[in-house]
């Protein structure tokens, strides 16, 4: 059983992550990773809806027939959206004020469906959780990295206007990487976010390729006596 | 009947998306009922520290309750009154201009005689890094119309440099800055047409004109 949450924490936060493996949800990815901080947020808002979207649908999952079952998670979801959106404006108004825009991108962030269709849709409640929370960390992951090098390249600031999102004891977080940087406005616009997913998508493929690499090295030498 | 046989009859699809979007739309009118006094409490926090920012001075009055509703250049401008002892002191009221990438939103703040006493920004989606100078957390800018009036600078200078005025623009952004200009100046043009009804203070405090 606990290999099972192993495999799947591994599967999502990086062999399969939704954005540097699926390349899901770009429409999010790209719209908000212009800071860290933003990524954080947008990150940690889709978790909670994936958490609860893939539970839920889990727990129905045999009511459910499959001709509907579209629409009906598609409703769930943009539900659960919308309470998330009710929710962050009635009690942490001023992150509201930086993300309120991007709450509703997280309907059409297609990753959110996806994970209850190949897998929320045929597994018990407790490991759909469990995939809901690892993809959405995952995701976290991937926005706040690809934020971090945006800002840190576009601005020379990480983790700017923190505070707003975690409270005031986070202010600590927020580092000006570079004194008087004057700004490299193609990493904040709209380009930097295609540029930087790119670059990271390639470096994770080459992680990858190089972990496989010594995975083989390090087998051969095992292999060897049961051949001979 | 078993589940699974139920499951496929057209009646059931129909239940249950009937169903679904009853217990969805109940949760929504739920939450829209539990967050509803906090949504507003915090959108009345915000517009009373906007406040605080474009007004100087001391009032006694809450201004959020204390408004007139006029016809302005584009459509309807709620104006908050600004008293002390009873005497309508200063005025705020949102002015809108056309910017690069839409409307730009700001809110005003006038003085009895005319005189502007702060402009802020408070909605626009200019380009980062080059139009949103016009936000007071990103450049000075925004701060050179306090104390100006219409005829000072006289009215066919309030523009931008390029266009003959006095006022900065941006390297790089014309557009943005020259919209957040004439809707300024759109505002103070409104007090003037209207000056005698806004500062005619005798309207019931409690803003019995306003919803």
């Not at chain 1, 509201?96 to 897998?119: D, P, T």
């Not at chain 1, 997913?197 to 087998?219: H, T």
Request: glycine share 10%; aromatic share 8%.
């Amino acid at each position: 059983m606990s290999n099972q949450y192993a495999r799947i924490s591994r599967e999502s936060l990086w062999d399969n992550n939704i954005v540097f493996a699926q390349i899901l949800g770009m429409c999010p990815t790209m719209a908000v990773t212009s800071s860290a901080t933003n990524g954080l947020g947008m990150g940690l808002a889709t978790t909670a809806v994936l958490l609860a979207s893939n539970m839920i649908i889990s727990a129905i999952r045999n009511i459910v027939s499959e001709e509907v079952r579209i629409p009906v998670y598609i409703v769930i979801i943009a539900t659960l959206v919308t309470l998330v959106d009710v929710s962050i404006n009635a009690w942490a108004h001023d992150l509201y004020k930086v993300l309120g825009l991007y709450i509703a991108l997280i309907v059409a962030n297609c990753a959110v469906l996806g994970r209850a269709e190949a897998f929320a849709a045929k597994n018990p409640v407790l490991p759909s959780g469990m995939d809901g929370l690892m993809m959405g960390l995952g995701f976290t992951f991937a926005l706040t990295t690809i934020g971090a090098v945006r800002e840190i390249i576009g601005a020379g600031t990480l983790f700017a206007d923190a505070h707003l999102l975690l409270g005031q004891a986070f202010s600590f977080m927020e580092l000006k990487i570079i004194p008087d940087y004057k700004g490299f406005l193609l990493m904040i616009l709209p380009p930097g976010g295609f540029l930087v997913l790119g670059f990271l998508i390639a470096a994770k493929r080459v992680i990858d390729r190089n972990r496989a690499q010594r995975a083989v090295v390090a087998a051969t030498p095992a292999a060897e006596p049961v051949a001979s | 009947m078993k589940l699974e046989q139920l499951r496929g009859s057209l009646a059931y699809q129909g239940f249950l998306l009937g169903g679904t979007a009853l217990l969805t739309t109940a949760a929504l009118a739920l939450a829209a009922r539990a967050t509803d006094a906090d949504i507003h409490a915090a959108e009345a926090r915000d517009m009373k520290q906007s406040f605080a920012v474009v007004l100087t001075g001391q009032y006694d009055n809450d201004l959020l309750k204390d408004t007139l509703t006029l016809n302005g250049p584009n459509g309807e401008v709620t104006v908050y009154r600004a008293r002390k002892a009873g005497q309508v002191e200063a005025l705020v009221y949102k002015v809108s201009g056309n910017g690069y990438a839409g409307a730009v939103d700001c809110i005003m703040g006038i003085d009895r005689t005319g005189k502007i006493t702060g402009v802020r920004v408070i909605k626009h989606r200019e380009t980062p890094g080059l139009g949103d100078k016009i936000e007071a957390a990103k450049s000075r800018w925004i701060f050179a119309f306090e104390g100006k009036y219409l005829g000072d600078p006289p009215a066919d200078k309030w523009g931008v440099k390029k266009d003959g005025g006095v006022f900065d623009q941006f390297a790089g952004a014309t557009i943005t800055p020259r919209g957040v200009v004439k809707a300024v100046k759109g505002g103070l043009e409104f007090f003037e047409k209207n000056r005698a009804q806004l500062l005619d203070g005798s309207a019931p405090l409690g803003g019995a004109t306003h919803e």
